[in-house]
């Protein structure tokens, strides 16, 4: 009984151990995330601002908030995940156990690199998009009205929409090709043969993607540059997959905000701007 007892005991003591000595380094890569604010913060005002970060270990949350007065993040709870998640999860969302708020939600190896850093703050740009408007944007979407009517929470990633079509590889080729030339005459009426043949669903879908994640990498790319890092450009060559809405996206992001510099903080109406282009 005793032998069991002290088993117990040691077991205990070692998984307390192993916890602390768990926080202890994430408390040293958390910190760089502020150091890497500093160096990248004039780039765009959405970067002046850090978000919590939920870190997914042994399907549990290990979840993190930042203190701003202090200038470091602080150990909120640990807590089980609701559900198994990819094995290098990168993405943000609100987490129910935490009030719903929203977090950025990333695996611990995140921190062994500077490009994970840059995507931290790619997923910031995410959980700006949340508190300023983008419940509200999906709330009007059809695509997204029929996916929730569906019980289709994964609607984003799982849309089938057709990338290999040759008409739609043909036209965003097109678009791709008007934007690498700032064609602005060319750019629109890309789009204009875009919403021809393409449903309204996936013209919405196609929108969103170039907002949502469009949005993201333009500014993840920003920051890439500054830290000495290759820029992101995946999804630019055929055959098109959704990364490359992300890839349009952002570039005609960079197109737009050209013309219009206040589209890059102006979120909701670069959107609509987005939506309503040609």
């Not at 009517?149 to 089938?160: F, S, T, V």
Request: aromatic share 12%.
């Amino acid at each position: 009984m005793g032998e069991h007892t002290r088993s117990h005991g040691d077991n205990l003591s070692r998984s307390l151990s192993d916890t602390e000595g768990r926080k202890i380094q994430y408390d040293h890569s958390l910190q760089e995330v502020f150091a890497v604010q500093d160096a990248i913060k004039d780039l765009h005002p959405f970067l002046e601002k850090v978000f919590p970060i939920a870190i997914v270990e042994n399907d549990r949350f290990v979840i993190y908030e930042p203190d701003p007065s202090r200038r470091k993040y602080v150990f909120v709870k640990e807590t089980p995940t609701p559900m198994q998640f990819p094995k290098s999860v990168r993405a943000a969302f609100p987490i129910e156990c935490y009030g719903n708020r929203i977090a950025c939600v990333v695996s611990g190896e995140i921190f062994d690199s500077r490009e994970g850093y840059a995507t931290i703050f790619h997923e910031f740009v995410h959980c700006h998009q949340w508190e300023i408007c983008e419940p509200q944007l999906k709330a009007k979407l059809k695509v997204a009205q029929k996916a929730m009517q569906a019980g289709d929470y994964m609607w984003e990633i799982n849309y089938p929409f057709p990338y290999q079509s040759s008409e739609f590889s043909r036209v965003y080729s097109l678009f791709l090709e008007a934007l690498s030339k700032d064609d602005a005459g060319a750019v629109f009426e890309s789009r204009r043969q875009l919403k021809r043949i393409l449903s309204g669903d996936e013209f919405e879908y196609t929108v969103w993607q170039e907002w949502k994640e469009g949005l993201a990498r333009f500014i993840e790319n920003r920051i890439r540059n500054r830290l000495g890092l290759e820029e992101n450009h995946s999804g630019s060559e055929k055959p098109f997959c959704r990364a490359s809405l992300y890839e349009g996206g952002a570039r005609f992001i960079a197109f737009l905000s050209q013309r219009k510099r206040e589209l890059l903080v102006e979120i909701e109406d670069l959107f609509y701007e987005m939506l309503n282009s040609g």
